[in-house]
């Protein structure tokens, strides 16, 4: 749980060049555009004392606040950003923000709200209507996995991570603003969208999460790109802002299109290895390069270079086998957890990142829970310090031996942990830098070749070392779920369904090959032992086949028939065709991405899938090339 540490929040009111920018950019009424209001830094004391005093001085485009200063230039296409200490001591700051009001729209403001990590649900919400799902919730231990920032939001507060679109009543002639970070690596970026007494602002805040500044220290904050034009152009800007972004970070975006099969959908924790080599004698009937073994063979979480009882051979027999076939083998491991009764646990327990409440440790940082896994504290998971040395030479032998076992394709999931509010070894970097450190110290290990596939990871963080990311929650054999089975208030859009996989398989298609590619998660082809009915299987894989994201199959390959050998040589085809077009800067688009909560549509070059998010049916019309 979050520590409850007092924050002091500064204001500075009226803002760089206020009414002098208000004038000169005098938009049209009826255009959502941004008007420039203040900057806000909020602190975190170590002594857990609260100070009251705010320092609102500014000159020219420097800004004191309190214990820090804030540099800024501002201009139309959005603002660089740089924070420093002022005063001979260090400072905890949570967050930096600058705060815009949103005006000119008519009706009340939409907001594509891009969540946090890969299965984060990514959608439009209503200001006024909708609320953050951390209000309903109020669990900063889920909401740590869930958001940059684990608290709860404030009430009637939308947010959305990395990039938004804010847009107005939709209709003709409605207009739309893009804010977003060009980089996620030194921190996270949230967009947070409030009605303040009748005023909608927009506070675009770099999230430092509690990371310490020394004296004298200055930070340079992710640049800030703001783009705007009508609604129907929203998904072409994101496009733009992902490009941008993209090139900033060095994104890895050239691995080949990705065709496999993966254990989890199929097994879940209960896969062995006869089912592996059962599977394997099947595959030479299908198009795999990739075969995935997913989460069930590892000793315990932490010890993944050990297979478990299931499992007769070790990671280099069953990389062995894959490979022997002719295929390329993949291996699942979550690298930033540990079973507390794991070896790994019980061996280092100074790796471990430390729970600290007010000031004070009260033991290792519990950052998931899946009771399946066990781990001797209820299925309890402790997260690895990313900023320990001892951590990254860790993380870097694991990497490197599985490599070394046989396996280049590594599927790193349950990234999240490092991000958590707690004690680290290096009390200065941020939850951005953490993460991305525990990436960086795999992708050493791993070797520049290797194909590093992201899940559950705060997607910004990862730009340049991951060539691929999950960017929906998990599917399932059913398409939605009954409201009824939410686990934790407000985040059922969190649960294993294929629709929610579907919705963010729309929303965030523009990410794909711009940024990494895309993995939408598995196909499901069966037809039997599957609440999907076929159309929504169909819709499902038409999705990601018009996506041109990653394809990967996880069925039982006994149970499959002539249907799904056309399906899948269906879903190829689209594949291919929309990313051999998204390598050369297109790829597919989401027209529909403002209109409703969810979106309906995805076209590329390859066809348009119109689906019912309710029921799961859909038609497709292909393109046809002469
Ligand atoms: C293995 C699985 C598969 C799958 C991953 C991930 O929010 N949740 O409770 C939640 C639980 C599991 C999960 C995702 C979310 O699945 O996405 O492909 O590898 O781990 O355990």
């Given at each position: ?10 204001l500075?009111v ?6 002098e920018?208000?004038r000169?950019r005098?938009?049209?009424?009826g255009?959502v ?18 100070s ?19 540099d ?19 400072v905890?700051?949570r ?13 009340p403001?939409?907001?594509?709200r ?13 200001l006024?209507?909708?609320v ?5 919730a ?10 940059a ?8 507060e939308?947010?959305?991570e990395?990039?938004?679109?804010l ?45 310490v ?12 790109r703001i ?7 929203a ?15 060095g ?6 299109f ?25 595959a ?26 299931r499992?007769?051979?070790d990671l280099?027999g ?11 083998p ?9 079973a ?5 646990a ?29 781990g001797?504290?209820?299925g ?8 320990h ?6 993380l ?9 076992a ?28 953490r ?14 070749d ?16 991951v ?14 779920l009954?409201p ?15 629709a929610?996989?579907f ?8 990410m ?55 399906l899948?040589d ?5 594949g ?18 403002l209109q ?10 390859a066809?348009?899938?119109?689906a019912?998010?309710l ?12």
């Amino acid at each position: 749980m979050r520590s409850s540490r007092p924050s002091v929040r500064y204001l500075l009111v009226g803002g760089p060049r206020g009414d002098e920018q208000r004038r000169r950019r005098a938009p049209t009424v009826g255009v959502v555009h941004l008007l420039p209001l203040r900057v806000e830094a909020e602190l975190s004391d170590a002594e857990g004392t609260r100070s009251e005093v705010a320092d609102l001085e500014g000159t020219g485009q420097s800004f004191g606040l309190g214990p820090l200063e804030v540099d800024l230039e501002l201009h139309d296409a959005g603002m660089e950003w740089s924070v420093a200490t002022r005063g001979d001591r260090a400072v905890r700051v949570r967050s930096v923000s600058f705060v815009y009001a949103v005006a000119g729209g008519r009706g009340p403001v939409r907001m594509l709200r891009n969540g946090y990590q890969s299965w984060s649900p990514s959608s439009v919400g209503v200001l006024g209507i909708d609320v953050d799902p951390s209000i309903r919730a109020d669990l900063p231990f889920l909401q740590a996995a869930q958001h940059a920032d684990q608290r709860r939001a404030a009430p009637g507060e939308l947010r959305s991570e990395w990039v938004t679109v804010l847009a107005d009543d939709p209709g003709p002639g409605s207009t739309c603003i893009l804010v977003g970070f060009d980089g996620g690596d030194r921190h996270d970026g949230t967009l947070r969208l409030l009605d303040v007494d009748g005023t909608v602002e927009v506070r675009v805040e770099a999230f430092l999460g509690d990371a310490v500044l020394d004296s004298g220290a200055r930070r340079d904050l992710h640049a800030v790109r703001i783009d705007s034009g009508p609604v129907s152009g929203a998904a072409a800007m994101l496009e733009r802002w992902a490009d941008a972004t993209g090139r900033v970070g060095g994104a890895r975006t050239t691995a080949p299109f990705q065709v496999g099969w993966c254990s989890w959908y199929q097994y879940f924790h209960e896969l062995t290895e006869a089912d592996i080599v059962a599977n394997l004698a099947l595959a030479d009937q299908w198009p795999f390069e990739v075969f995935q073994i997913d989460d069930g063979y590892q000793a315990a979480i932490g010890d993944w270079l050990d297979t478990n009882d299931r499992f007769p051979s070790d990671l280099a027999g069953l990389a062995g086998s894959i490979r022997g076939s002719g295929r390329t083998p993949g291996l699942w491991l979550a690298p930033f957890l540990v079973a507390p009764d794991s070896d790994v646990a019980r061996r280092h327990p100074d790796w471990i990142a430390r729970h600290v409440v007010g000031g004070v440790d009260t033991g290792p940082l519990r950052t998931w829970w899946n009771p399946p896994w066990g781990g001797g504290e209820d299925g309890f998971m402790y997260g690895l310090d990313t900023t320990h040395p001892g951590v990254v030479e860790h993380l870097e032998a694991v990497a490197a031996s599985a490599v070394e076992a046989g396996f280049p394709y590594l599927k790193l999931d349950f990234t999240f942990s490092p991000s958590v509010d707690g004690g680290y070894s290096d009390p200065g970097r941020t939850p951005a830098e953490r993460v991305r450190a525990g990436f960086a110290a795999i992708r050493r290990g791993a070797g520049p070749d290797a194909f590093l596939l992201g899940c559950g990871v705060p997607l910004s963080n990862v730009v340049g070392l991951v060539d691929a990311n999950r960017i929906g929650p998990d599917v399932a054999p059913t398409w939605s779920l009954d409201p009824a089975t939410e686990i934790v208030a407000g985040y059922l859009g969190t649960q294993p369904a294929t629709a929610h996989a579907f919705t963010n398989t729309l929303t965030r298609a523009f990410m794909h090959r711009r940024l990494w590619l895309n993995d939408p998660d598995c196909l499901m082809l069966r037809s039997e032992g599957t609440d999907l009915s076929d159309a929504a299987a169909r819709t499902w894989a038409h999705a990601v086949g018009v996506s041109g994201g990653m394809v990967l199959v996880s069925d039982d390959l006994a149970l499959l028939g002539p249907d799904a050998h056309t399906l899948l040589d269906e879903v190829l085809a689209l594949g291919r065709s929309t990313d051999a077009d998204a390598r050369s800067g297109g790829g597919a688009r989401c027209p529909d991405l403002l209109q409703h909560a969810t979106p309906r549509r995805l076209v590329s070059v390859a066809g348009a899938l119109d689906a019912d998010p309710l029921t799961g049916a859909s038609e497709l019309v292909v393109t046809v090339t002469g």
